[in-house]
């Protein structure tokens, strides 16, 4: 049974770039979160979403962050433009009611 | 303001002996708790849980202690094993909210 998917696993970019994190979370959950872990902060939750609607999103940095989820299925975490500040593993999760959230491999940004 | 608190960045620990991971939280809404263990260049994986109307939960070699009073929980790893070696968050939950996440524990167990 395939875990929470991840694309790219990799990506580096020039500022001022956009860029597109990909997530596919696992059959039957219904919340989605997106994190982004940095050295200076720790674990921060950026956004999380119910039956694909967007319940939270207080702790999405900027306006040049956004994040979609347009079925149950799939998700993405834009940002346009990119900062070297934005540098981080950006981490999807899902869960079943909002309890054991089972976290993707991430995607490590690279912003140059 | 950090509701879910690690105060130990890092712990070394010889194998065989027990690993004491702790987590302080403020929310007296919290009412499940949960451990994650992480490993390089992976994401979290969920280890051990707890509900706030239990103070102890064991599985394995892990177990996991609650004092609500305290607002203090505990992982017990017997026996550490290097294997074992890798960043340990511990997380709260408040009915209808998104998981609190502590900033992580590095444990490093040496052979």
């Known amino acids: 049974d395939a875990g929470v998917i991840q694309s790219p696993r990799h990506e580096v970019t020039e500022m001022g770039q956009e860029v597109t994190l990909r997530c596919k979370p696992i059959?039957?959950?219904?919340?989605l979160f997106w994190y982004r872990q940095t050295m200076m902060r720790g674990l921060e939750l950026l956004i999380y979403?119910?039956?694909?609607?967007?319940?939270?999103d207080s702790g999405m940095p900027e306006d040049r962050f956004s994040a979609k989820m347009p079925n149950a299925s799939f998700s993405t975490l834009k940002i346009q433009p990119s900062e070297p500040r934005d540098s981080a593993v950006y981490f999807c999760?899902?869960?079943?009611?909002?309890?054991?959230?089972?976290f993707g491999p991430g995607t490590r940004l690279t912003v140059l | 303001d950090q509701q879910v608190k690690q105060n130990s960045p890092s712990l070394s620990v010889q194998e065989g002996r027990i690993s004491i991971l702790n987590c302080d939280y403020t929310?007296?809404?919290?009412?499940?708790f949960l451990w994650y263990k992480k490993y390089p260049a992976e994401g979290p994986t969920f280890l051990i849980s707890i509900s706030s109307i239990k103070d102890k939960n064991e599985d394995g070699r892990f177990t996991v202690f609650l004092n609500k009073s305290a607002k203090h929980l505990s992982l017990h790893i017997v026996p550490s094993q290097p294997g074992d070696s890798a960043v340990y968050f511990c997380?709260?939950?408040?009915?209808?909210?998104?998981?609190?996440f502590g900033s992580g524990t590095r444990l490093q167990v040496q052979p």
């Open positions: 999760a899902s869960s079943w009611g909002a309890d054991t959230q089972y």
């Open positions: 979403f119910n039956n694909n609607v967007p319940i939270d």
């Open positions: 997380a709260a939950r408040e009915v209808g909210r998104a998981l609190t």
């Open positions: 929310n007296s809404m919290f009412d499940y």
């Open positions: 059959s039957g959950h219904d919340y």
